[in-house]
């Protein structure tokens, strides 16, 4: 049975910093790993994607630079570090795997999210 256990969610000022972790167990291969956020009244956005083998990455326009997408493979964890922190970055952040690594909303398992708000 897969199963995405997210941490690291919290309250933070705004032009603070997260540190997101996503615990990964149960997958037999090695998938690309994924961020998405939703926000109250609003649909689920891409964030962040690192593939299999942690070698590339990309990133929504929204969080370029202030945001960082990695993976330990050994350790089954894929880590989203958030600096610089605003407001409108406030959302239920989840994680994702998947055989691709896409922005669209496509991957095969999910987490139950953690939310991160960002007071101004």
């Known amino acids: 049975q897969v199963q995405l256990v997210e941490s690291g969610g919290g309250l933070v000022q705004a032009g603070g910093s997260l540190r997101l972790s996503c615990a990964a167990s149960?997958?037999?291969?090695?998938?690309?790993m994924g961020w998405f956020r939703q926000a109250p009244g609003k649909e689920r956005e891409f964030v962040a994607v690192?593939?299999?083998?942690?070698?590339?990455?990309d990133y929504a326009d929204s969080v370029k630079g202030r945001f960082t997408i990695s993976r330990d493979n050994a350790k089954n964890t894929a880590l989203l570090q958030m600096n610089s922190l605003k407001p409108e970055d406030t959302a239920v952040y989840y994680c994702?795997?998947?055989?691709?690594?896409?922005?669209?909303?496509?991957?095969?398992?999910w987490g139950q999210g953690t939310q991160v708000t960002v007071s101004s």
């Open positions: 690192v593939s299999r083998s942690g070698g590339s990455t």
């Open positions: 994702a795997a998947g055989l691709i690594p896409t922005k669209s909303p496509n991957y095969l398992y």
């Open positions: 149960g997958l037999t291969l090695s998938h690309a």
